[in-house]
Every structure is written in structure tokens, then in C-alpha cells.
């Protein structure tokens, strides 16, 4: 009964040494270009565990170390032209672009997801929309590393043999263009996948899958269509729709008049960049759809 009228202990405030925060607030533009930055950083490793660090350098150098032994080539045989031109030498290591879309993708849109941090990330200021897309830009940029500086290599190492100038810059310049459109049609493939699912392994198997198939797909349907290999058929030429590096290539061939093999008409460049758009365009708002998703719970 006495501990019943005892009246209540008064409260201790301990000061454990937190301070005010007076200075601006930078909003959601500043945490937007931190994101990007720090997604940039973590598709590489940058910042993380040694293991993250092994697949992305590795991939890295198997784009490189090539690129240096044709310039060493170059330079040392006297060739009247470059062994390899820069917008074809993506194509050829096509699969090491498509690992490296595997592996880093979910890295930077399933884990989020896995660890439920992505609540914290869609709370206010930022919006969903500004996650998405800085994920999607640092994915770009990712992507743009990875095929830009052995590119670089190429184009310094075709100077050093005393090419055309102007010649190897147009080369060039059509590579970056190639890559860039590259990076932007897989980095919004790559990111769609990846956030569907929480699981890395399903998000890495299913974008392996997705570009395989669909390579296997233009090929054979274009060695059925076309059977003398010239690509004078329509529909062959139209099939490589299908994949995202055929086209990418063929657009890239539209635009800038560059690489070898065929070139389409008019029509059908236009018909190749509507395409494109257009995926992209689906790509993104099914990115963003998704977010959306998981913000509402």
C-alpha cells in the first residue's frame, strides 16, 4: 500500500554528447548524386570486402589486357590498317559485358531488396523515382568504364602506330556511341531483372539467360533466313531485334555509317531506333513500377 502512494521518480536526462545539426540541407539532388556515386563505387567493389572486388577487376582486366597485346601488335608489325576496329571490338567480347551485368546488377538492385534497407532508402526526401535512377546512372556509368577504357587503349594504341587521325578518331567515336547505347539498353534490362527478385542467384541466372537466349535466338534465326550470309534477306535483318547486342549494333551501324558488315536502309534504321526507345522507355517504367511496388508495402 505505501509503494502504491510513493509518488513517481523525476526523470534523469543523461547527455551522451549528440549535437544540433544547423547547417543546410541539401536535399534530394545532393542524396541522389550520393547514391550514384556510391553505387558506382560498389559496382566495382570500391568500399567493400576483397571477395566483392574479384569478379569486377577480373572482368575488367579480360576487357583490357586484350586491348593492350593488339596495340602491342600494332605497333610492332606496321599493319597498313588497325587489327580491330574499337564499335566491333565490343561485340566480340560480348560475353564478358553480359558478365558483368550478371554479377553486378543485383549487387546494386537485389541487395537492397534482400537486406530491406531499400525502406529506408524510399523514405522521405528522397522518392522512389530518384533510387531508381541513380541506380540505373551508376549501373550506366558502370557499364561505360568497363567498355570505355578499352576503347581508350585501342584508340591511343592506333595513334602511337601513326593511323589517320581523323580516321581513328570517327573509329572512335562510333565506339563510344556504341557503348553507350549498350550500357543504357542493359544497364535498364539488368536493373528490371535484378529488382524483381530479392535472391541474387535467381537475378544472375535469369539475366545470363535472358541475353544467351535471345543471342542464340538472332543467330540462328538470321543462319535460317540467310543462308549465303550477306544479310541481303529482310527478315534476317529484322531479327536481330531480338537482341539487345545485335541491336545495338545494327543502330550503331545506322547512325554513324560505321563498322564492318551490312548497313540497313532508312526505314530500317528508323524501325531499329524506334525499337529502341521504346524497350528502353519499358525497361525504365518497369524499373520504376517496381519501386513503386515495394514503397507501398
Known sequence: MSDQLRP???GV????????????????FAITRALTASSLRHAYGLGRSGKSKVMPILLLAVMVVPTAIIVGIENAMQFDKPAVIPADFLFLL??????????????????DLRYRSIVLYLARPPRRTDYAFAKLVALVLAQMVLMGLPLFILYVGALLAKYNFVDMSKEFLAGLVAAFLLSILLAALGGLI???TPRRGFAVAAIIAVLMVSFTAVVTTSAILDRDGNMTSVAARYANLASPFSLVETLQRFILHSGGGWRPTTVQGLVFAGVYVVLVGLLVWGVNGRYAKVARG
Open 94 to 111: 560480348q560475353p564478358v559485358i553480359a558478365l558483368y551485368l550478371a554479377s553486378q546488377a543485383p549487387q546494386l538492385f537485389s541487395r
Open 8 to 10: 513517481p521518480a523525476a
Open 13 to 28: 536526462i543523461h547527455d551522451i554528447g549528440y549535437r544540433h545539426y544547423d547547417g543546410p540541407r541539401l536535399g534530394r
Open 194 to 196: 535484378a529488382a524483381a
